[in-house]
T-cell receptor, first 114, second 113 residues
Framework: SQTIHQWPATLVQPVGSPLSLECTVE??????LYWYRQAAGRGLQLLFY??????ISSEVPQNLSASRPQDRQFILSSKKLLLSDSGFYLC?????????????FGPGTRLTVT | LAKTTQPISMDSYEGQEVNITCSHN???????ITWYQQFPSQGPRFIIQ???TKVTNEVASLFIPADRKSSTLSLPRVSLSDTAVYYC??????????????FGQGTTLQVKP
């Protein structure tokens, strides 16, 4: 069966510090991968998606970046965090080539920028 | 992607049927309607998807009228554990599409004992 992992679960970082969140998927090959952010009391905002290694599409211009160094690994990074980067970060995957309305989400990382 | 409108919140009691309606007046021919459920501090979970008429699975039913400008998620006999945020999404998620899901604020359903 497929599983998706995210770490860390929670993170408190000062403004201006770097960020690295990691997501890995097991049990599937060549998945579509997604990073979302959810601010408190709000819906999810799609940040990045990837259809393959090294292929990243950005949905929202900001101080975040994403990379996909391996087929089932997706990394979200920032060189300098802003207060507005606080939120709940979710990684998700969907099957390559199949209907993509069904996405599977990881447990999330709650980031607080102080 | 078509814009959706759904109530911000709803209250219900255990054992009742809950119907959450979503408006999507600008739905396109290739668009599907998808519903997700999200519990606090968890990622959303896919519930059901449909294109037209009625779809039913072990969790919920989805009713879509002929003009497809709205849809209704029906949850039979809710329990306290159904308290969650429910999102209605509309988009072209056909095979091969990259699947950019656009989440709104959703409907917060509170089930009371």
């Amino acid at each position: 069966s497929q599983t998706i992992h995210q770490w860390p679960a929670t993170l408190v970082q000062p403004v201006g510090s770097p960020l690295s969140l990691e997501c890995t998927v097991e049990g599937t090959s060549n998945p579509n991968l997604y990073w979302y952010r959810q601010a408190a009391g709000r819906g999810l905002q799609l940040l990045f998606y990837s259809v393959g290694i090294g292929q990243i599409s950005s949905e929202v211009p900001q101080n975040l970046s994403a990379s996909r160094p391996q087929d089932r690994q997706f990394i979200l990074s920032s060189k300098k965090l802003l207060l507005s980067d606080s939120g709940f970060y979710l990684c998700a995957w969907s099957g390559a080539g199949g209907p993509s309305y069904e996405q599977y989400f990881g447990p999330g990382t709650r980031l607080t920028v102080t | 992607l078509a814009k959706t409108t759904q109530p911000i919140s709803m209250d219900s009691y255990e054992g009742q049927e809950v119907n959450i309606t979503c408006s999507h007046n600008n739905i396109a021919t290739n668009d599907y309607i998808t519903w997700y459920q999200q519990f606090p501090s968890q990622g959303p979970r896919f519930i059901i998807q449909g294109y037209k008429t009625k779809v039913t699975n072990e969790v919920a039913s989805l009713f879509i009228p002929a003009d497809r400008k709205s849809s209704t998620l029906s949850l039979p006999r809710v329990s306290l554990s159904d308290t969650a945020v429910y999102y209605c999404l509309v988009g072209d998620y056909g095979s091969g599409n990259t699947g950019k899901l656009i989440f709104g604020q959703g409907t917060t359903l509170q089930v009371k004992p």
